[in-house]
């Protein structure tokens, strides 16, 4: 049973909901990403995913673009996202951690070789934000044989015929996009959302997180209801931004460190009072 | 026809396919399919050639560049004249296609990206002409090299949505539209500039662009007896220049030349060469030959023609590279700038700055085929435009 496996189906047992928050690798210093990864675990964190910059996000909108330009601009690659995963690892076994950001970077490293030093990393899951299922068989071919996960989305368009397309690929969890637009938009109409979950579940068997924007804890807790997991990434970028310019020299990190952690522990409340998914 | 490509998924051997999150696939497979239902309809067809011939002002004439032709001093120089076309350049000739196809998909708002405008001005003109709202987005960098451009889109009624991200210049432009599309995707038609993005797009306005050698096929028989030798054309994101190649294609004695921008020089990093000098990755919808880090990252580009400062290509050509159909080859800037001088002075016909491109290599290749040959040149665009990068990086105050 791969880690995502293991940790979603304990939560659900225990009649949770899964919080998985969302920073970028290397923002706003690759010396901080590890600490802040630890930071969210403590504070209830129940999976991870961790943002590949790119110097192309199109997917993002321009939160998550920022700390993306802040990360390139570090010169933080995709080789060290993995490497602060495997340093991650070194103090925490359990927690899965799924690397989500665009096909470029994998590409140019090669599928074999991402999907082997990946692994051996102690990442368990990949999302490929431009890589749909018709695209990725030999992606998913490489990643399954390392006992990775490949995550796919499914968005408020997808017809019944996607759905499925992209259900037959899946492993680890289902990705629903909550709106039609980018990360960290504002108009997520939860009735849609509760009609597309139920959709949804009748062609898989596999836990369904929920994201893109999702930006406070009251969101969260309503999401939470209809869910199996809860996405929370541009909120929790914003505030990594904000603190992170008002405190530009000594005592950044433990400012920032200081705010995720608050914001953390208060979507874990939010989210806890509700329970799971019936 | 024996070239059949792309396939049915969109790719053109190992390039090309449908890289776009998946918000976006079920949009991109109903526009293939309004796309495939009315390129086979004629009602659609003759529409399309009636806005062609009596709006944008086509065919537009092969010119036979005598006095170039001699002072060159080699093979016969041939212009293929798309910078008299309706707004300048062959832009109009996609965007018209589009247009067409957003009327009969019922969408009510256009959008776009563009580098130099060209693209940008090409759509506000069918979005007034449709009477539906148009929003074009563009780099700030571009914005402040090309204001005329932008001017003339706010007087089409367009809203010119400056691009802050990344390098400020036409991926990001791209980048910004994609980003429009997924928010508003029930009611709006993203037109695409050039023959890159995801399928259907690099066919679809290949399709639209192929009038461009269609008429050359005819033309060129007014004055020669046989087929043309070489056929030249600029490549920026390559929608000229596969307008022109696409009904040669199978035409193996028709050699094709894709000119890139090779800016400062390509030994100095500074160039918009991915052809040339880059690899393949994925950006933009595709795979395609790119410009990038070792990381893959993608850099930014340089080049004195805004149209050419691109880090990625359609993907066919990449396709037309790998198995040699087309060469790939790139002029620098001040080459182009000799040239835009040359063709303004001897034939009195100022050329865009990125038409220049192929201008300063079909000078070269004439050269090299010698008198009994025959050189088509795509005069992809007018220089108006350029007027003033041209007189700036002379020193001259307008
Ligand atoms: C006059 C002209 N030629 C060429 C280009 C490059 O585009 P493409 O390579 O798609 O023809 C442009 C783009 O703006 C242009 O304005």
């Given at each position: 049973?791969?880690?995502?496996?293991?940790?979603?189906?304990?939560?659900?047992?225990?009649?949770?909901?899964?919080?998985?928050?969302?920073?970028?690798?290397?923002?706003?210093?690759?010396?901080?990403?590890?600490?802040?990864?630890?930071?969210?675990?403590?504070?209830?964190?129940?999976?991870?995913?961790?943002?590949?910059?790119?110097?192309?996000?199109?997917?993002?909108?321009?939160?998550?673009?920022?700390?993306?330009?802040?990360?390139?601009?570090?010169?933080?690659?995709?080789?060290?996202?993995?490497?602060?995963?495997?340093?991650?690892?070194?103090?925490?076994?359990?927690?899965?951690?799924?690397?989500?950001?665009?096909?470029?970077?994998?590409?140019?490293?090669?599928?074999?070789?991402?999907?082997?030093?990946?692994?051996?990393?102690?990442?368990?899951?990949?999302?490929?934000?431009?890589?749909?299922?018709?695209?990725?068989?030999?992606?998913?071919?490489?990643?399954?044989?390392?006992?990775?996960?490949?995550?796919?989305?499914?968005?408020?368009?997808?017809?019944?015929?996607?759905?499925?397309?992209?259900?037959?690929?899946?492993?680890?969890?289902?990705?629903?996009?909550?709106?039609?637009?980018?990360?960290?938009?504002?108009?997520?109409?939860?009735?849609?959302?509760?009609?597309?979950?139920?959709?949804?579940?009748?062609?898989?068997?596999?836990?369904?997180?929920?994201?893109?924007?999702?930006?406070?804890?009251?969101?969260?807790?309503?999401?939470?209801?209809?869910?199996?997991?809860?996405?929370?990434?541009?909120?929790?970028?914003?505030?990594?931004?904000?603190?992170?310019?008002?405190?530009?020299?000594?005592?950044?990190?433990?400012?920032?460190?200081e705010s995720v952690t608050t914001f953390v522990l208060s979507l874990r409340e939010a989210i806890d009072?509700?329970?799971?998914?019936? | 026809?024996?070239?059949?490509?792309?396939?049915?998924?969109?790719?053109?051997?190992?390039?090309?396919?449908?890289?776009?999150?998946?918000?976006?696939?079920?949009?991109?497979?109903?526009?293939?399919?309004?796309?495939?239902?009315?390129?086979?309809?004629?009602?659609?067809?003759?529409?399309?050639?009636?806005?062609?011939?009596?709006?944008?002002?086509?065919?537009?004439?092969?010119?036979?560049?005598?006095?170039?032709?001699?002072?060159?001093?080699?093979?016969?120089?041939?212009?293929?004249?798309?910078?008299?076309?309706?707004?300048?350049?062959?832009?109009?000739?996609?965007?018209?296609?589009?247009?067409?196809?957003?009327?009969?998909?019922?969408?009510?708002?256009?959008?776009?990206?563009?580098?130099?405008?060209?693209?940008?001005?090409?759509?506000?003109?069918?979005?007034?002409?449709?009477?539906?709202?148009?929003?074009?987005?563009?780099?700030?960098?571009?914005?402040?090299?090309?204001?005329?451009?932008?001017?003339?889109?706010?007087?089409?009624?367009?809203?010119?949505?400056?691009?802050?991200?990344?390098?400020?210049?036409?991926?990001?432009?791209?980048?910004?539209?994609?980003?429009?599309?997924?928010t508003n995707v029930e009611n709006t038609f993203y037109i695409i500039g050039t023959v890159a993005g995801?399928?259907?797009?690099?066919?679809?306005?290949?399709?639209?662009?192929?009038?461009?050698?269609?008429?050359?096929?005819?033309?060129?028989?007014?004055?020669?007896?046989?087929?043309?030798?070489?056929?030249?054309?600029?490549?920026g994101g390559g929608s000229n220049a596969m307008g022109l190649f696409y009904p040669y294609i199978d035409?193996?004695?028709?050699?094709?030349?894709?000119?890139?921008?090779?800016?400062?020089?390509?030994?100095?990093?500074?160039?918009?060469?991915?052809?040339?000098?880059?690899?393949?990755?994925?950006?933009?919808?595709?795979?395609?030959?790119?410009?990038?880090?070792?990381?893959?990252?993608?850099?930014?580009?340089?080049?004195?023609?805004?149209?050419?400062?691109?880090?990625?290509?359609?993907?066919?050509?990449?396709?037309?590279?790998?198995?040699?159909?087309?060469?790939?080859?790139?002029?620098?800037?001040?080459?182009?700038?000799?040239?835009?001088?040359?063709?303004?002075?001897?034939?009195?016909?100022?050329?865009?700055?990125?038409?220049?491109?192929?201008?300063?290599?079909?000078?070269?290749?004439?050269?090299?085929?010698?008198?009994?040959?025959?050189?088509?040149?795509?005069?992809?665009?007018?220089?108006?435009?350029?007027?003033?990068?041209?007189?700036?990086?002379?020193?001259?105050?307008?």
């Amino acid at each position: 049973m791969s880690r995502l496996d293991k940790q979603l189906t304990s939560l659900k047992e225990q009649g949770r909901t899964a919080l998985i928050p969302f920073i970028t690798a290397g923002d706003p210093d690759p010396a901080i990403t590890v600490s802040l990864m630890h930071a969210m675990v403590s504070a209830g964190a129940d999976v991870i995913e961790l943002g590949v910059p790119f110097s192309d996000p199109m997917a993002e909108g321009p939160v998550i673009q920022r700390a993306s330009e802040r990360a390139v601009e570090r010169g933080v690659s995709l080789r060290d996202c993995m490497d602060m995963v495997q340093e991650f690892r070194q103090r925490d076994y359990d927690t899965p951690v799924v690397l989500m950001g665009y096909l470029n970077p994998i590409e140019v490293m090669g599928y074999q070789d991402f999907a082997r030093i990946a692994a051996k990393s102690g990442v368990d899951g990949v999302l490929t934000v431009d890589m749909p299922p018709e695209e990725a068989t030999d992606l998913r071919a490489a990643l399954n044989a390392h006992k990775l996960d490949p995550i796919f989305l499914v968005a408020p368009t997808s017809t019944k015929a996607r759905i499925q397309a992209v259900t037959a690929m899946a492993s680890g969890f289902i990705y629903y996009v909550s709106l039609r637009g980018v990360t960290g938009a504002k108009h997520m109409d939860m009735t849609e959302v509760s009609d597309r979950i139920g959709e949804i579940r009748k062609y898989t068997q596999l836990p369904l997180a929920v994201g893109f924007g999702i930006n406070n804890p009251e969101t969260a807790a309503r999401v939470a209801a209809l869910a199996d997991a809860v996405v929370v990434g541009s909120a929790l970028v914003k505030r990594i931004e904000e603190v992170a310019n008002r405190n530009q020299n000594d005592g950044q990190k433990e400012a920032i460190i200081e705010s995720v952690t608050t914001f953390v522990l208060s979507l874990r409340e939010a989210i806890d009072k509700v329970g799971v998914a019936a | 026809m024996t070239y059949q490509l792309p396939d049915d998924r969109g790719h053109f051997g190992p390039y090309g396919g449908l890289f776009v999150a998946e918000t976006l696939m079920h949009p991109l497979k109903e526009l293939n399919e309004a796309y495939e239902k009315y390129r086979e309809d004629a009602e659609f067809q003759a529409e399309f050639m009636d806005d062609l011939r009596l709006y944008v002002g086509r065919p537009s004439p092969l010119y036979p560049a005598k006095r170039l032709t001699k002072k060159w001093g080699g093979a016969r120089i041939y212009l293929k004249r798309e910078d008299l076309n309706h707004t300048g350049a062959h832009k109009v000739n996609n965007t018209i296609g589009q247009a067409l196809l957003a009327k009969r998909m019922g969408k009510t708002r256009i959008i776009a990206e563009t580098g130099a405008g060209q693209h940008g001005v090409a759509t506000a003109t069918v979005a007034a002409r449709l009477g539906v709202e148009c929003v074009v987005y563009m780099g700030s960098e571009d914005i402040k090299r090309q204001a005329i451009n932008v001017y003339r889109m706010k007087l089409l009624g367009a809203k010119v949505v400056p691009v802050e991200s990344g390098s400020k210049t036409l991926k990001d432009a791209l980048n910004e539209a994609l980003r429009d599309w997924v928010t508003n995707v029930e009611n709006t038609f993203y037109i695409i500039g050039t023959v890159a993005g995801p399928h259907p797009y690099p066919a679809m306005v290949r399709d639209f662009q192929s009038v461009i050698g269609r008429e050359v096929r005819y033309q060129l028989s007014e004055f020669e007896p046989r087929d043309p030798d070489a056929l030249v054309a600029c490549v920026g994101g390559g929608s000229n220049a596969m307008g022109l190649f696409y009904p040669y294609i199978d035409d193996e004695h028709v050699a094709l030349y894709g000119v890139e921008a090779a800016g400062e020089g390509i030994a100095t990093g500074h160039h918009a060469a991915p052809l040339s000098a880059g690899r393949p990755g994925v950006l933009h919808g595709n795979r395609t030959y790119l410009m990038e880090t070792d990381d893959g990252q993608i850099i930014e580009t340089h080049s004195i023609s805004a149209g050419l400062d691109y880090p990625g290509v359609g993907p066919e050509h990449a396709w037309l590279k790998d198995n040699g159909r087309a060469r790939y080859v790139a002029i620098k800037d001040d080459e182009a700038l000799a040239a835009f001088h040359e063709l303004t002075r001897i034939e009195g016909i100022l050329p865009a700055l990125e038409s220049s491109h192929a201008m300063a290599y079909g000078q070269k290749l004439a050269k090299e085929l010698g008198s009994d040959k025959v050189i088509v040149i795509n005069l992809s665009g007018r220089g108006d435009k350029d007027v003033h990068t041209i007189a700036a990086r002379e020193g001259i105050e307008i």
